[in-house]
């Protein structure tokens, strides 16, 4: 039987990430939650540990319809992935639908890895979703100068409309009726919109135990670093996965990135990208807003900002113009 080689769409890590060290302006700017990929060494550890899995749990009759890459192709493809979610181009990020399909199948087989298939699934719906604009001709137009007067968020954001569409027939997460009460409440606390707590069925299909290969946990997908200087501990007890402590500083630091910014659609492209490369093309593009950037940031993160705003819009009834702003 044909078998489908798998780990092209765990490697991850690539499709939230931009890599590079931070500048001195960058680090004294406050923490980014801007995924770092994993090593060669990271990725072939990650590699022993799955094919270990794979040998001694994963039935025969999953084994017949699907492989492992061998290590050295494994590391490789790490590469090739995060060059994808780096660059501009939605046709080659929407390329990578079919292995990563078959890499949540595989996953969900692993005992200790079904976390990274919902991290995964959320990719991707991005995946498909960069196809369909790709096909519908939707790609974002060249940007005009910013007019002196900021147009409505709603008309702001490329590809929003669209991604209303498609979120008006999915159902939301089962799981999020559980967490929404306790996350509604830190957002309230720290003076968030309540809305945007669908923050978390972009990054994680609200599972408080999702994870990235990068390092991403939790409700919110909190890298380590930023965790740490949001007050968050990770050991003994991974404070990530707290879905309080978790929703607590997810606010805080989209509160921060607002307060930066200005306003919601580059916060969110910030929360994704980092905080650096959002500054950076602003000053390089001379503008103002997410319009005025979006294609010069990573595809993910170009699908990412409307996705959260219309994910807010179909099940809080919010519109992106009527986020107020912290208080």
């Known amino acids: 039987m044909r078998t489908t080689k798998v780990w092209r769409g765990t490697v991850c890590a690539g499709w939230l990430s931009v890599t590079g060290a931070l500048s001195a302006e960058e680090a004294a ?22 094919s270990s899995l794979w040998d001694e749990f994963v039935p025969e009759v999953v084994k017949q319809e699907y492989e492992l890459l061998p290590r050295d192709e494994f590391i490789a493809l790490l590469t090739q992935v995060e060059a994808a979610g780096r660059e501009e181009d939605l046709a080659a990020y929407a390329a990578y639908a079919p292995e990563t399909r078959a890499a949540i199948a595989a996953l969900q087989a692993l005992p200790d890895f079904a976390d990274y ?3 995964l699934g959320e990719q991707l719906a991005d995946m498909e979703f960069a196809g369909e604009a790709v096909r519908a ?23 929003y409309e ?9 159902a939301a997460p089962a799981r999020a009726a559980e967490f929404l009460p306790v996350v509604r409440a830190a957002f309230a606390a720290e003076g968030v919109p309540e809305a945007l707590v669908w923050l978390a069925e972009t990054e ?10 990068a390092g991403a946990r939790g409700l919110f997908q909190i890298m380590p ?15 990530r996965t707290n879905p309080e402590r978790s929703a607590q500083a997810a606010a805080v630091y989209l509160k921060s990135l607002y307060t930066r910014f200005g306003d919601w659609p580059l916060a ?8 650096g490369r959002v500054a950076r093309t602003l000053k390089a593009r001379g503008a103002t807003d997410f319009a005025g950037i979006a294609e010069h940031l990573p595809a993910e993160t170009r699908l990412y900002v409307p996705k959260v705003l219309a994910t807010v819009n179909a099940r809080a009834g919010v519109a992106p113009e009527e986020l107020a702003a912290p208080r």
Not at 29 to 50: F, I, K, L, W
Not at 230 to 239: I, N, R
Request: aromatic share 6%.
């Open 162 to 170: 669209l991604w209303r569409g498609r979120m008006a027939g999915r």
């Open 268 to 275: 969110l492209a910030a929360y994704n990208a980092g905080q």
């Open 117 to 119: 298939a919902d991290w």
């Open 29 to 50: 700017a406050g923490p980014s939650n801007e995924p770092v990929p994993p090593t060669p060494a990271q990725a072939a550890e990650m590699h022993r540990v799955a």
């Open 225 to 239: 670093e930023t965790a740490r200087s949001l007050g968050l501990s990770l050991f003994p007890f991974d404070q």
């Open 137 to 159: 001709q939707t790609v974002t137009p060249p940007i005009e100068p910013a007019p002196k007067e900021k147009p409505a968020v709603g008309v702001a954001v490329p590809l």
């Open 204 to 213: 994680s299909s609200f599972n408080p135990r999702a994870r990235s290969p």
